[in-house]
């Protein structure tokens, strides 16, 4: 029995062993199988890049080109001379379409841009492509605004001395380079994403800022120029230094002022919009570098549009001080008993045009121009619009003309009950104004998704 036993272990150690012999025997015809597999196959890609190349097909060349390299990675040991055929006809294809889209880019041929670009990440050329193919962006966009800003001065030109300043429409033109930026991201995602990744919105958007820092500052700068801001300004500050001087000439049009600072705003907020469009853009990508949003953040904040923005900052400043000034004085100047009313005109008038003017100030999203207008409403209520509110109940001789009878004792009564009117209703508008300032701030801190640049729009 135990002979048996043995007998049968050595037989069934021979089996075994042959059937190894087998499968390693299988595995080797196998892989000699699939280079002989592999060799036909590089081969035949070899004649197919030269056959497309011929027709000028050169989708397919390129695929014939990446099968290779797929097939040469896995069996690097086999096959040098057919390497060295295939690496010169990739060669010789990236130089076919390096001039094509080359071409293609110089004739603004979008379609052919298309079919060219896309044929970059599979012969390994991502990075040359993303720089061609946003520097084609970067000149389209350049193109289009360089033909509204010269539109745009044209128009300045023709309406020198004419009225037709509402021709020149400088919102427009700001308005439209920025979407003309944001589409171009948008609608290029997926190309920008094929050739490297997020990494390839993100240098997009960066290389697209410059134009934004170009011609966005050149729009801005031609608009003070445009609206005189800096002489307007000027006079401002000379009026304000003259209230005394007997002869002092005439301020600027708080009417004309007003459109100003409404054009203005309009271009303020152009600005923050866009750039908070851009940051959050930035912000929701995964991949990228967490460090580089407060880079981004600080690069639109530094650059030429963002300083010529500050400059226009700084001018709309003085401008809605003067035009809150002007017309609360104005307010006070023309007050009158309004009928059927306990209070006089110039309540309603004056904080209608602090409630106006703050709420562009807040709109602005411009803390520092918050501030300074704040500050200026505060010192009207505080100086002019308190002096205006106690001068009846100050009048002289109040006492006599309402306790000693005469022929304007039911005048005198009613306008120093109107003047007590006028100043506890004003208590409840700057209670109310006061809570319409921090609701107003907080809706501006809370808004975090910019309307303009949505493809709706």
């Given at each position: 029995?135990?002979?048996?036993?043995?007998?049968?272990?050595?037989?069934?150690?021979?089996v075994s062993r042959k059937v190894r012999e087998l499968d390693l025997a299988q595995s080797r015809v196998n892989s000699t199988l699939?280079?002989?597999d592999a060799i036909v196959e590089r081969g035949n890609c070899i004649d197919g890049v030269k056959s497309a190349l011929d027709a000028e097909d050169y989708e397919s060349a390129t695929n014939y080109v990446r099968t290779f390299l797929e097939i040469d990675n896995k069996f690097k040991?086999?096959?040098?001379d057919h390497r060295e055929q295939l690496l010169a006809s990739k060669k010789q294809l990236e130089g076919i379409v390096k001039k094509k889209l080359m071409a293609a880019v110089d004739q603004g041929d979008h379609a052919t841009i298309l079919r060219f670009i896309k044929l970059y990440s599979p012969l390994g050329l991502e990075e040359e492509g993303l720089q061609v193919y946003v520097g084609y962006l970067k000149k389209v966009i350049g193109m289009r605004s360089r033909l509204e800003y010269e539109n745009l001065v044209e128009l300045m030109e023709q309406s020198n001395g004419q009225n037709q300043n509402?021709?020149?429409?400088?919102?427009?033109?700001?308005?439209?380079l920025f979407k003309d930026i944001v589409l171009a991201v948008e609608e290029n995602d997926e190309i920008l994403r094929t050739l490297c990744g997020e990494d390839g919105v993100v240098y997009a958007i960066f290389?697209?800022?410059?134009?934004?820092?170009?011609?966005g500052s050149l729009i801005l700068k031609k608009y003070m120029e445009f609206r005189k801001l800096a002489k307007l300004s000027s006079e401002i500050n000379s009026q304000n230094k003259n209230l005394l001087t007997v002869g002092a000439p005439e301020g600027p049009n708080p009417r004309e002022i007003e459109l100003y600072l409404e054009?203005?705003?309009?271009?303020?907020?152009?600005?923050?919009?866009?750039?908070?469009?851009?940051?959050?853009?930035?912000?929701?990508?995964?991949?990228?570098d967490p460090d580089l949003v407060p880079r981004a953040t600080k690069a639109f904040r530094t650059g030429s549009f963002s300083k010529v923005a500050q400059d226009i900052t700084g001018f709309y400043v003085i401008l809605e001080g003067?035009?809150?000034v002007e017309n609360v004085r104005k307010a006070?100047?023309?007050d009158e008993l309004v009928p059927d009313s306990l209070t006089t005109s110039m309540v309603d008038d004056v904080f209608y045009v602090l409630q106006s003017c703050l709420r562009r100030a807040i709109s602005t999203s411009n803390i520092s121009s918050v501030v300074a207008v704040l500050s200026g409403a505060s010192s009207l209520l505080n100086n002019e619009y308190y002096e205006a509110l106690q001068l009846k109940v100050r009048e002289p001789n109040l006492g006599p003309k309402l306790f000693l009878g005469g022929v304007g004792v039911q005048k005198t009564g009613t306008e120093i009950a109107t003047a007590l009117n006028n100043i506890d209703l004003s208590s409840e508008y700057v209670l109310k104004l006061k809570h319409e300032i921090e609701e107003q701030c907080a809706e501006e801190e809370l808004e975090t998704e910019p309307q303009h640049y949505r493809k709706s729009t």
């Open positions: 029995m135990l002979s048996n036993v043995t007998s049968t272990c050595h037989l069934a150690d021979q699939l280079r002989i040991d086999s096959g040098s509402n021709q020149v429409n400088f919102v427009g033109c700001l308005t439209n290389e697209l800022q410059e134009e934004c820092d170009s011609r054009e203005i705003l309009s271009l303020m907020q152009l600005g923050e919009d866009y750039t908070q469009y851009m940051v959050s853009k930035i912000k929701g990508m995964t991949t990228v003067f035009f809150m006070i100047g023309i």
